[in-house]
């Protein structure tokens, strides 16, 4: 009996042990909750108390990956809306990855995605199409396969994947400041504590402790790019190169994992990056090379001889400058047919691994095989629209970020694929040319000094070399008042649907009626949910004397703000202008029923009746 009672005394102190604490972090979570502590990190929210179970992409879901000390520059997700249930028949596509995705420097309208949305749209004019983008940039693998995993439960036909450039420097990359545990399983639970308000408590509290102690170090003015570098220099042989190499791997397989368990398909993407234009950021030098074979190497890159800088790279083979180096000699020399893979090869040695080097797409390529994925070899697309199949600074902006062509090309990339795949029929409208594409994406004069702006911001730094030459190319300087509002968005002083709408009203006031209309496009384009970019811009192009582009507009804008009069008059206007008298009358109904005297409507009704034009 004595041992039994024993026993149940030694129970009860290890169930106390354990759910006491238990009770405690409940009790402490609850209660953060209730206080409204934190922020719910889910990619994905779905407004309150709406029948129509409206989702939106949520901006502070980056706060589950970036540390605390990151916070005033981490980034965000492009405002997107969706409906929790799919439309039936309708096609919804989810795309996945880091900056390039996102579109950076552009919003997300001058993203790949953005540009297959539209043509999509308007190769399938009757069908609902759905290309949501959830790129983020300066993210790796685990975030987004914690997205994936998030995802799935909203219908997706398919995931679009293109990633891998930030497996050093994204957050939870192995090189950067906030690197990921060298343990994969305690990173992924890293990410699952992190949805809860105990764990932001925690990590804002030792922040804060820190700061109080720690040199202070501000970090505006500073690029993402820029703060998130940890470890300056990683070798193809490192041990931290293979760690990112077997995390990327296991997070990849894990993704196509994720959509075959939950029936979605997926086309995954190799990656592509500068080659021809961008020399390596940093270079170093294998161990045990001595000062006489460096200052070989050093002369052969000065002199720029072919022969000599071929033994220098029997020398060195991991010296990234020296294979830059002849690669740029034999582009020159018309007899040579090696230049690309010496391009490739000094890609692959830069030692600050901005760029992907050609170990990730080797794995894109073979976990795809394995699972049976569609790929794109992306890398080889812009190796064929590019000089001497070795893409640059016609495709590309900088380092890795593709320019509206480049953009338009990878759209085009995914679009065949997913025709090959059968996601999507064939189609019989004509390819859109560049000017339509960009025209209908709504890039403005506001958007090119925008993303201006951001690149000379972060190319003016670390590991940027100084006075990086092609940025002038694509982007040349935009007006004083157009780089004012351009300015204000990059400080984040204004969000860029407001610097639509202030410039657009701007050109109002001055007049300036084609250009109130880029804006008042834009706007509507990046933020579609508010009436005033579809009806400003309706009310544009009325006064342009184009009311069948007015009519579309004015249609989602009181879609929007149903009960507004004056716009609905506008619109009635605009149907009798392109002969719906039918129609026009319908809304003159309308508005009498609303408002029986207004004096606008009755005399456009009288004109319709009489016979008018």
């Excluded at 005394?9 to 934190?38: D, H, M, Q, W």
Aim: charged residues 25%; hydrophobic residues 45%.
């Amino acid at each position: 009996r004595m041992k039994k009672r024993s026993f149940a005394r030694k129970l009860v102190t290890i169930f106390a042990a354990v759910l006491v604490p238990a009770a405690f972090f409940v009790l402490l979570e609850v209660g953060l909750r209730a206080a409204g502590y934190g922020v719910n990190t889910d990619l994905v929210l779905e407004l309150k108390n709406d029948p129509t179970h409206t989702c939106y992409l949520n901006i502070n879901a980056p706060t589950r990956y970036f540390p605390p000390a990151l916070r005033s520059i981490q980034p965000g997700v492009g405002f997107r809306t969706f409906t929790r249930e799919k439309e039936p028949g309708a096609l919804r596509v989810f795309v996945l990855g880091a900056s390039t995705v996102a579109g950076f420097p552009f919003h997300v309208n001058g993203s790949f995605a953005g540009f297959l949305e539209d043509d999509l749209r308007a190769a399938y004019p009757g069908r609902r199409i759905e290309v949501i983008n959830c790129g983020m940039t300066a993210i790796c693998s685990y975030s987004v396969l914690d997205f994936a995993k998030q995802l799935v439960k909203y219908q997706p036909d398919l995931f679009l994947i293109y990633l891998g450039h930030n497996e050093f420097y994204g957050t939870l990359g192995a090189g950067s400041t906030s690197a990921a545990s060298a343990t994969r399983g305690i990173t992924l639970f890293r990410m699952t504590l992190a949805k809860l308000r105990t764990y932001q408590l925690l990590d804002n509290t030792i922040y804060r402790v820190r700061e109080m102690f720690a040199k202070k170090d501000k970090l505006e003015g500073h690029s993402l790019m820029a703060a998130m570098i940890g470890k300056k220099k990683i070798r193809l042989e490192d041990p931290l190169h293979r760690m990112a190499e077997a995390a990327f791997r296991a997070n990849i397989n894990d993704m196509l994992d994720v959509a075959e368990k939950n029936n979605v398909k997926v086309i995954i993407s190799t990656l592509t990056s500068n080659l021809r234009d961008l020399p390596p950021f940093d270079s170093a030098h294998r161990d045990g090379i001595d000062d006489i074979q460096r200052q070989t190497i050093d002369a052969a890159i000065r002199d720029g001889d072919i022969a000599e800088m071929r033994a220098a790279v029997q020398l060195d083979t991991t010296y990234a400058a020296t294979h830059f180096a002849l690669a740029r000699a034999l582009a020159i020399d018309t007899t040579a047919t090696d230049a690309r893979r010496e391009y490739i090869a000094a890609r692959d040695h830069d030692v600050v691994h901005f760029r992907a080097c050609s170990r990730f797409n080797d794995i894109i390529r073979e976990v795809a095989s394995a699972h049976h994925t569609p790929l794109v070899d992306m890398d080889a697309v812009f190796a064929a629209h590019s000089p001497e199949h070795v893409p640059g600074i016609n495709l590309f902006l900088e380092h890795l970020h593709p320019n509206l062509r480049g953009a338009i090309l990878m759209a085009s990339a995914f679009r065949d694929a997913m025709r090959h795949a059968d996601i999507i029929p064939p189609s019989n409208g004509e390819t859109r040319s560049y000017a339509q594409a960009v025209h209908d994406a709504c890039i403005t004069p506001l958007d090119l000094e925008l993303a201006r702006q951001r690149l000379e911001s972060m190319t003016s730094q670390w590991p940027f070399q100084h006075d990086y030459a092609p940025l002038a190319r694509d982007l040349p300087p935009q007006p004083e008042i157009v780089a004012r509002y351009a300015e204000r968005v990059l400080h984040r002083s204004m969000g860029l649907d407001q610097a639509h709408q202030a410039l657009g009203t701007e050109y109002l006031k001055a007049r300036q009626l084609e250009p109130a209309l880029e804006e008042f496009r834009a706007l509507a384009k990046i933020y579609p949910v508010s009436p005033v970019g579809h009806i400003t811009a309706a009310d544009i192009l009325l006064r342009l004397h184009r009311p069948a582009e007015a009519i579309p507009y004015y249609q989602t804008g009181l879609a929007l703000a149903p009960n507004d009069v004056e716009p609905r008059w506008r619109y009635a206007f605009a149907l009798h202008a392109v002969g719906d008298n039918d129609a026009a009358l319908a809304e003159c109904k309308r508005i009498l029923a609303r408002q029986p005297g207004h004096r606008a409507t009755l005399e456009l009704m009288q004109r319709i009746q009489s016979g008018q034009p």
